[in-house]
């Protein structure tokens, strides 16, 4: 069981730079694959980056390429979004989920954290 708390997220312009941070439960963090995904209104739920358990192996979502870096740090249950130069159609509530490696659904989700991006 994997309990999952966001924070970091807030109103920034254009051009600007946040880092999201994802507080995990649990003493088997670095078992798990993490994600991280965002929702705007009216669209449907994307995942923006997802890093491995060691934290070796990343992917990004091609909107994000370059401007966003995932990170994670096991000994403290924490995985970081690093989010620069932000662009309005970054705004969303972005959301990190973690899984196991065997199961392809995310099975444990946070609450969620709002990112609004002003032009």
């Known amino acids: 069981q994997v309990q999952l708390v966001e924070s970091g997220g807030g109103l920034v312009q254009a051009g600007g730079s946040l880092r999201l941070s994802c507080a995990a439960s649990?003493?088997?963090?670095?078992?798990?694959?993490m994600g991280w995904f965002r929702q705007a209104p009216g669209k449907e739920r994307e995942i923006v980056a997802r890093?491995?358990?060691?934290?070796?192996?990343?992917y990004y979502a091609d909107s994000v390429k370059g401007r966003f870096a995932i990170s994670r740090d096991n000994a403290k249950n924490t995985v970081y979004l690093q989010m620069n130069n932000l662009k309005p159609e970054d705004t969303a509530a972005y959301y990190c989920?973690?899984?196991?490696?065997?199961?392809?659904?995310?099975?444990?989700w946070g609450q969620g954290t709002q990112v609004t991006v002003s032009s």
């Open positions: 890093i491995s358990g060691s934290g070796s192996s990343t």
């Open positions: 989920a973690a899984k196991n490696s065997w199961v392809v659904e995310y099975g444990y």
């Open positions: 649990g003493r088997t963090f670095s078992s798990y694959i």
